[in-house]
């Protein structure tokens, strides 16, 4: 394969910032990519910290000014890793210089951003992806797989979540998190569920939804945004659905978790044992049918690059390996590859109209936000 480098910059060396770097760093070995990133910049808020990052991660540069690193020529592809304020400046930036980005989660602060940022990223023609990283784990891609076949029937039901417990503790003290609607539970962790809805069920006609705070006051301050949240959910296909997100959520780590029912059949999956997918089957004899058990191996959708033994298991940095397999690979072909900017607007879209149910205490069509 005839292989060149790419200079990838990230924008944010936080947690998402070393996920990437740490993906982009090894992605070429495991997946034999055309493309070969070269981590080239990194910028951050302050030029100490950029220099942190730099040094850690191995890139060749750092800045405390994201322009500077969205304008280097150096710099060919722009990964977007920092605060959900600063996307919608940063793509459009980057747009505009005819760069493509990697954008994480959700695509802005507000559907405001989200629709300024699809039309600028469709205006510019270039290769846009959005970071939802737990639907590429080889069992839910397996799952979409498993639907796509019709392996359980006809969907009838869906149920999905993202459920944490890191805010379930009324003692936690107030922090980051506890102020701003982008920071809280519909901002951060619902984008998830709900993309995770798209990806297996399709699209979402209409949502009834109720939004709460559990938690209004902790030590050090007043909480104003939301902990939890339910919707119910009308797919166009007519199929009925639910999705709930909550930080506290008490007990839960890593509750990233679906279950379809079927005319044929059920699925179901727990991100807390992200290395299995149950599936049963409702053929042969009753008393024989029961859930079962499949384990990830290399039978399964990017898993074996990582491991040739099935049920060794991929971890939560591997998804961020695929990601970025896919966003390289789409910069390769120049085709676009899922999630792009126009998923993740759908994503944005839910969520606004999510809020409006809440609001006026009624059903809203997703066609009306």
Not at 264 to 280: H, P, V
Not at 288 to 300: D, M, N, S, V
């Amino acid at each position: 394969m005839d292989q060149r480098e790419i200079g990838i910059g990230i924008v944010g060396g936080g947690y998402m910032g070393k996920a990437h770097a740490v993906a982009m760093s090894s992605v070429g070995a495991l997946f034999d990519t055309q493309l070969r990133p070269r981590l080239e910049m990194v910028a951050a808020r302050s030029e100490d910290s950029a220099e942190t990052y730099r040094a850690a991660y191995g890139f060749a540069r750092g800045t405390s000014d994201w322009r500077t690193l969205v304008a280097d020529p150096k710099v060919e592809a722009i990964v977007i890793a920092s605060t959900q304020d600063t996307h919608r400046a940063i793509a459009e930036a980057a747009f505009a210089l005819g760069k493509p980005v990697l954008c994480e989660k959700p695509l802005g602060a507000s559907i405001e951003d989200a629709r300024a940022m699809t039309a600028a990223a469709k205006a510019a023609g270039v290769i846009n992806m959005i970071g939802f990283n737990y639907a590429r784990t080889p069992a839910t891609q397996y799952a979409r797989k498993l639907l796509a076949e019709g392996a359980i029937g006809r969907p009838t039901w869906y149920r999905g979540e993202h459920t944490e417990d890191f805010l379930a503790d009324p003692d936690t003290p107030y922090n980051w998190r506890c102020s701003g609607r982008a920071t809280g539970t519909m901002g951060d962790l619902a984008p998830h569920p709900v993309n995770c809805a798209l990806a297996l069920m399709g699209p979402v006609a209409s949502v009834m939804a109720e939004i709460e705070t559990v938690h209004s006051e902790r030590p050090g301050g007043k909480v104003d945004n939301d902990d939890h949240a339910q919707m119910m959910v009308r797919f166009e296909s007519g199929v009925l659905g639910h999705i709930y997100a909550s930080r506290t959520a008490t007990g839960r780590k890593m509750g990233y978790a679906y279950e379809i029912h079927g005319t044929q059949g059920a699925i179901r999956f727990d991100g807390e044992d992200q290395n299995a997918l149950w599936l049963y089957k409702a053929d042969g004899p009753e008393a024989q049918r029961g859930f079962t058990k499949i384990l990830t191996g290399p039978e399964h959708p990017d898993y074996l690059p990582f491991c040739q033994g099935p049920g060794h298991g991929t971890g939560y940095q591997d998804q961020i390996i695929i990601e970025a397999k896919d966003f390289l690979e789409a910069l390769a072909s120049r085709e676009a590859r899922w999630p792009t900017f126009a998923d993740g607007l759908a994503v944005s879209e839910i969520i606004e109209a999510a809020w409006r149910s809440s609001d006026s205490r009624a059903w809203v069509n997703i066609s009306d936000v």
